[in-house]
């Protein structure tokens, strides 16, 4: 399931919730307050989920045979030159 479709679609959710959690504040002296803390909160949770979940699907940690193979195919390179 390494496709962008679950990021995309969490995104549309957690817009949404942004939006709902936008209009139906109650009306009183922190209101803004109240809107910035939800918005941010939702985008915080939205931010942290989507690193971790791309870091998985694209790990940037490869394997040691893959850094052995690297490290051969360069000695080899410069070596008959």
Same mark, same amino acid.
């Given at each position: 399931?390494?496709?962008? &479709?679950?990021?995309?679609?969490? *995104?549309?959710?957690?817009? %949404? &919730?942004?939006?709902?959690?936008?209009?139906? =504040?109650?009306? %009183?002296? $922190? !209101? +803004?307050?109240?809107? =910035?803390?939800?918005?941010?909160?939702? /985008?915080? #949770?939205? &931010?942290?989920?989507?690193?971790?979940? *791309? /870091? !998985?699907?694209?790990? *940037?940690? #490869? +394997?040691?045979?893959?850094? !052995?193979?690297?490290? %051969? $195919?360069?000695? +080899?390179?410069?070596? =008959?030159?």
């Amino acid at each position: 399931m390494s496709s962008v &479709l679950p990021v995309w679609f969490l *995104l549309v959710i957690v817009l %949404g &919730l942004m939006f709902v959690s936008w209009i139906f =504040t109650p009306k %009183g002296p $922190n !209101q +803004t307050l109240i809107r =910035t803390s939800f918005s941010l909160a939702l /985008a915080c #949770c939205y &931010l942290m989920w989507m690193v971790t979940y *791309l /870091a !998985q699907v694209h790990p *940037l940690i #490869c +394997t040691r045979w893959f850094l !052995q193979s690297i490290i %051969g $195919n360069l000695t +080899t390179y410069f070596a =008959t030159r």
